[in-house]
């Protein structure tokens, strides 16, 4: 009886989606949007496959009026493929509705579109990349790479279930979870390196980096993580700092920033394709790790041993002077007080003194986060530096008095290293100004004067102390603290 009466609810339906083609886009979009809640289902009748087809000869349509053909040809395959028993397609449909799907997104250059899309949830958009062919490895489509990239990362900044649209009501239900978007992520990354394959110009640096936070947030896989960070790590001498500041949170990591990636990436810039990297991007790229240095070193949470990993990423030539690196380690110094002394001359030992200036030496020298060992050192090797540099002029001008260029043995370090002040703070302080040749008569005097100077910090460090022990008598007993003598300062001078 229901295969032969005009009534047959199958029958009926199968009329009115004949008619899907003539459907407004929102009444496409809102279909495909309320088979969330029956998906399975809506799959295996064929529903959400004329659905689909539906909404891409629309954007054919809409972007190219000459399209018709492919609209014919959907039209014409969707809908002698049903029968009256099921509406599912046919096989000869399922051949040619692939290669279909992707003329029509081909033809599509605008992103008219990408807004109303990404009101689906990812099992259906991955029903649509999968339908196009182009799923995993086999995106090759630059304009589906920019929708899922644009797909991602409005679901990233805006969660399903807290979207509201007038026009498209949010489905019933939690919103998915970021694990549905792994196929939908590796998918945009596979599409990445495959339109730079073709063109490197076809993603910036900056773009790049771009994706990856976006990825980032939907766990890609390993092999995913790895092509893209080496597209990046191929064009580092493009990024800035800003680009290099990728949040490590998403990693599990317990610093601010993610210092393994830039590792990472500056591993793969070092190493290249085999060839050797061009001299001027070598020092481009160590301009930019100084400054990262400088970014990362204020996060208390970050281990000294990241802090090296990156500061030594680099080989000594692809800086003409540590001084950045410096200025780095002062400030780790700063926001990491409690470092042990020998902690601290670990953390110095990425310096290359020799191409330190000497205004950065003379400061380092200052610094009573220094090792005194670490400050000698560096004095020693800017002396011998400035006795070679004397050496070459004279040998290049031979009327030039010749002066013979010492080489420094124990006895000058020993004396050097005996010229150190005790700053009061469990730290000594090696006055740079003292490091300048002098006559011995000089030099003994403020051998002198610095031993004296050194006995008076240390006296006025021992009035200090008893004098915050009265002061701390005369709360407690203010009558009996008022005849107490207190001992006269010792003249500093």
């Not at 001498?237 to 920033?257: E, H, K, M």
């Not at 990423?313 to 020998?342: N, Q, T, W």
């Not at 070679?388 to 010749?402: F, G, L, V």
Request: charged letters at 25%; glycine letters at 6%.
């Amino acid at each position: 009886m229901d295969k032969v009466s005009t009534r047959n609810l199958c029958q009926q339906t199968e009329t009115f989606l004949e008619g899907i083609l003539e459907w407004p886009w929102k009444d496409i979009v809102v279909t495909l949007k309320s088979c969330e809640t029956f998906l399975t289902y809506a799959d295996t009748t064929g529903l959400l496959t004329k659905l689909i087809c539906a909404l891409l000869a629309k954007i054919a349509a809409h972007d190219d009026q000459n399209n018709s053909d492919i609209n014919l040809q959907i039209a014409s395959s969707s809908s002698s493929s049903s029968s009256p028993e099921t509406i599912r397609f046919s096989s000869s449909s399922a051949r040619t509705t692939p290669e279909l799907m992707k003329q029509v997104v081909a033809k599509s250059s605008k992103s008219w579109w990408f807004y109303d899309l990404t009101l689906l949830s990812p099992s259906i958009i991955e029903k649509i990349v999968k339908g196009l062919g182009t799923f995993g490895l086999e995106n090759n489509s630059i304009v589906l790479t920019r929708f899922l990239l644009h797909y991602l990362n409005t679901a990233c900044q805006t969660p399903q279930s807290n979207r509201l649209d007038l026009q498209y009501p949010p489905s019933p239900g939690p919103g998915p979870s970021k694990v549905e978007y792994g196929g939908i992520a590796d998918t945009a990354v596979y599409g990445v390196i495959e339109a730079c394959k073709s063109s490197m110009s076809a993603f910036s640096c900056r773009g790049l980096f771009r994706v990856l936070r976006i990825v980032s947030t939907f766990g890609p896989s390993k092999e995913c993580r790895l092509g893209l960070e080496t597209l990046i790590g191929r064009m580092l001498d493009q990024a800035t700092v800003d680009d290099l500041l990728v949040s490590g949170l998403f990693r599990g990591q317990q610093g601010v920033y993610d210092v393994n990636l830039v590792v990472r990436l500056i591993r793969v810039f070092v190493n290249g394709d085999g060839s050797s990297t061009p001299h001027d991007k070598m020092k481009k790229v160590g301009r930019l790790v100084d400054k990262y240095l400088r970014e990362i070193a204020p996060d208390q949470n970050l281990k000294m041993s990241r802090f090296l990993g990156v500061a030594g990423s680099l080989p000594d030539s692809a800086r003409d002077s540590f001084d950045g690196v410096y200025r780095a380690i002062d400030i780790f110094l700063k926001s990491h007080p409690s470092l042990s002394f020998e902690e601290r001359s670990r953390l110095c030992r990425c310096l290359n003194y020799e191409k330190l200036s000497l205004e950065a030496c003379k400061d380092l020298t200052k610094n009573p986060k220094i090792p005194p060992r670490i400050a000698v050192q560096a004095l020693m090797c800017q002396h011998q530096e400035q006795q070679q540099q004397n050496s070459t002029e004279d040998s290049c001008c031979p009327m030039a008095k010749e002066s013979p260029v010492q080489t420094p043995n124990s006895s000058t370090m020993s004396k050097y290293t005996q010229l150190m002040v005790y700053n009061g703070g469990g730290n000594y302080v090696i006055d740079a100004e003292s490091m300048i040749p002098a006559k011995e008569e000089e030099e003994e005097d403020m051998k002198v004067n610095l031993q004296e100077m050194q006995w008076r910090v240390v006296e006025l460090e021992k009035v200090c102390k008893q004098m915050k022990g009265q002061m701390s008598k005369m709360v407690r007993h203010p009558s009996s603290s008022a005849s107490t003598p207190t001992r006269a300062l010792p003249r500093l001078c």
